[in-house]
């Protein structure tokens, strides 16, 4: 049974555990060390507020995952683009939590009148992700070769956008 709620407090461990295990064994995110609690504490506090909501999911109980939208960039004529972020743990991988987490946040983002265009920026290689995202009407925009070095290779970042 998958849930979807609103993050809270006491879900900021959980998922800085999530987020750290990607650090360290994927590449979801190009961050090369682990956050510490208090630096995402600083994150956590950036959302749940004006048009960047924070939805944490559980599967049968437990955190298995979280999505975001963030600010995309800092100038304020951006303030209607947000940037998605998903993350599952390796335990709920493949059972429908991102799927779940995707369909929450988007339905968020097309009721918030602020809210004029989600972008994603994935990884290049990331068959799933893009899969994901076409499913939820997201048209891949563009490639930027080899921007992040992680892992001993360059990586490519894929950019994905959905208006609503």
């Keep these: 049974m998958i849930s979807i709620r609103v993050a809270e407090q006491a879900d900021l461990p959980a998922l800085l555990q999530i ?4 650090v360290l ?4 995110t190009f961050d090369l060390h682990p956050k510490t ?5 600083v994150w956590f ?7 960047h909501p924070l939805l ?8 298995a995952g979280y999505a975001s939208l963030s600010a995309y960039a800092e100038k304020e004529a951006y303030c209607s683009t947000v940037e998605l972020s998903v993350y599952v743990a390796k ?12 369909q929450e946040i988007l339905a968020i983002a097309q009721i918030d009148v602020r809210i004029h265009s989600v972008v994603s920026i994935i990884t290049g290689g990331n068959a799933a992700s893009e899969r994901l995202h076409e499913k939820f009407g997201f048209q891949r925009c563009g490639m ?3 921007m992040g070095k992680k892992f001993g290779r360059y990586l490519d970042v894929v950019y994905y956008q959905l208006l609503v």
Excluded at 19 to 22: A, D, L, P
Excluded at 37 to 41: C, H, I, K, S
């Design 91 to 102: 335990f709920a991988q493949r059972k429908g939590v991102a799927s779940a987490l995707m």
């Design 45 to 51: 506090d950036q959302h749940n507020q004006d048009n």
């Design 19 to 22: 987020y750290n295990e990607e």
């Design 144 to 146: 930027l070769k080899e």
């Design 25 to 28: 064994h994927g590449t979801a």
């Design 56 to 63: 944490t999911a559980e599967l049968d109980g437990t955190i």
């Design 37 to 41: 609690l208090a630096e995402r504490q």
